[in-house]
């Protein structure tokens, strides 16, 4: 009896180690897939250009709002979004949708005008309290 109580003690064990046969999520290829940074927002000046990296992914069209005076192309490799802020731009935040092949998409924000020191940089702080991971 002893037996067969510690032989139903180690199946019971090896299950709960073995994970009984569950599913592991699957990764998306890489087509599939775009993130653009862990920056918040970028800096650009009226009648200025300013390049994104993206951090993963390819990315094969980007879109800016209309009427924001902005220009975006996506650069030849893919990996690069250029953005370029009219000359008459008014001082306004503005979110481009970057999407890939297969229509993944990722979106960031462009800060037009505002301090001069900022042109080219980055925006540190989180909107809205929302955070990448």
Same mark, same amino acid.
């Given at each position: 009896?002893?037996?067969?109580?510690?032989?139903?003690?180690?199946? @019971?064990?090896?299950?709960?180690?073995? %994970?009984? *046969?569950?599913?592991?999520?699957?990764? =998306? $290829?890489? !087509?599939?897939?775009?993130?653009?940074?862990?920056?918040?927002?970028?800096?650009?000046?009226?009648? @200025?250009?300013?390049?994104?990296?993206? %951090?993963? *992914?390819?990315?094969?069209?980007?879109? =800016? $709002?209309? !009427?924001?005076?902005?220009?975006?192309?996506?650069?030849?490799d893919g990996k690069k979004i250029i953005v370029a802020a009219a000359k008459n731009a008014k001082k306004a935040r503005h979110t481009v949708k970057v999407s890939t092949a297969k229509g993944a998409s990722d979106t960031f924000v462009v800060d037009i005008g505002g301090d001069p020191s900022n042109y080219g940089k980055t925006r540190v702080e989180q909107p809205h309290g929302y955070k990448r991971k």
């Open positions: 009896m002893s037996r067969i109580v510690a032989s139903i003690g180690l199946l @019971a064990a090896l299950a709960l180690v073995g %994970g009984c *046969g569950g599913s592991r999520p699957v990764a =998306a $290829p890489a !087509d599939e897939r775009i993130v653009v940074s862990d920056a918040d927002a970028y800096f650009v000046a009226p009648g @200025a250009e300013t390049t994104v990296e993206l %951090g993963f *992914g390819i990315a094969a069209k980007a879109e =800016a $709002p209309k !009427d924001s005076g902005l220009t975006v192309r996506v650069s030849e």
